[in-house]
């Protein structure tokens, strides 16, 4: 599924640090295919797998798994046409009704996103809609804050996710429902920004199906070795295209039969 790896393991490292540190130091880096042009997605999934492990070293906790660019407006908005997965952790996480400072990032967007828990372990590579169905345990809405380390908040494929799909924050709240109980194709959301409509969309811009975000999820990490365990939290992807929020901006998505979801960014 993945092109073959051409980066050494000291370049990779190397790579790895120069985006964490720009993510920490809050400040943007040219995108690394400047430098290396013949980087592959396989490159790419190394220096995400290098920064997670520098994360973790530091005492950072990965709380979960998430897709990247599953709807044609995030792919047009962006100008990429692959979706991919990343990770994300406890540091970032935020409850409804939350202040989120926008100093902890560089140029934050916000994007409404139907969240999952697994009951049971998924693995691929032959992963379907159908399995990730019978895997969900529960379903609830979540926020996902995104903020890319590059400049302008351009990148490409590689880019974006040896930067861990440009993973910054994300907010749970709403209520929780049975997979079983809800249409996750046809669930409606509303992001107001300061009282006015920003975006509108359903689960179907999520690949047609959250189900198949899911599926595809679990056919990737097939392809780095790995699986998506019992009990992990699945952000499934953008429904709409990204949002720009600023200090003072204040946030409430509202979802079909999810509950909603309060921010406010100071």
Same mark, same amino acid.
């Given at each position: 599924m #993945? /092109? *073959?790896?051409? $980066? /050494? &393991?000291?370049?990779? *490292? *190397?790579l790895a640090e120069r985006v964490d540190n720009a993510a920490r130091d809050r400040h943007t880096i040219p995108v690394l295919t400047a430098e290396y042009p013949a980087m592959t997605d396989g490159d790419a999934y190394a220096v995400q797998a290098a920064l997670r492990g520098r994360m973790e070293a530091r005492g950072t906790r990965v709380t979960g798994l998430k897709m990247g660019l599953t709807s044609k407006a995030k792919m047009l908005q962006m100008g990429l046409t692959a979706s991919l997965h990343g990770f994300i952790t406890d540091d970032a996480a935020y409850g409804d009704g939350a202040e989120v400072p926008v100093a902890r990032f560089i140029h934050p967007r916000i994007e409404a996103e139907i969240a999952v828990v697994t009951k049971h372990a998924l693995r691929g590579p032959h992963c379907t809609a159908a399995d990730a169905a019978a895997a969900i345990d529960f379903v609830l809405p979540a926020v996902e804050i995104i903020d890319?380390?590059?400049?302008?908040?351009? #990148? &490409? $494929?590689?880019?974006?996710? *040896? &930067? /861990?799909?440009?993973a910054a924050g994300y907010v749970l709240?709403?209520?929780l429902r049975a997979a079983g109980d809800i249409d996750l194709v046809t669930e409606g959301v509303v992001l107001n920004r300061n009282g006015q409509v920003a975006e509108t969309g359903a689960g179907a811009a999520v690949l047609g199906d959250p189900l198949e975000s899911i599926a595809m999820l679990a056919n990737q990490r097939a392809a780095l070795g790995a699986d998506i365990p019992a009990g992990t939290l699945i952000l499934t992807g953008g429904i709409t295209a990204a949002v720009h929020v600023a200090a003072g901006d204040?946030?409430?998505? @509202?979802? @079909?039969s999810l509950g909603s979801i309060r921010i406010k960014f100071i």
């Open positions: #993945f /092109n *073959a790896r051409t $980066l /050494n &393991d000291a370049t990779v *490292a *190397a890319s380390r590059f400049e302008a908040f351009k #990148f &490409d $494929l590689p880019s974006v996710v *040896a &930067d /861990n799909t440009s709240g709403g209520r204040s946030i409430v998505v @509202q979802y @079909q």
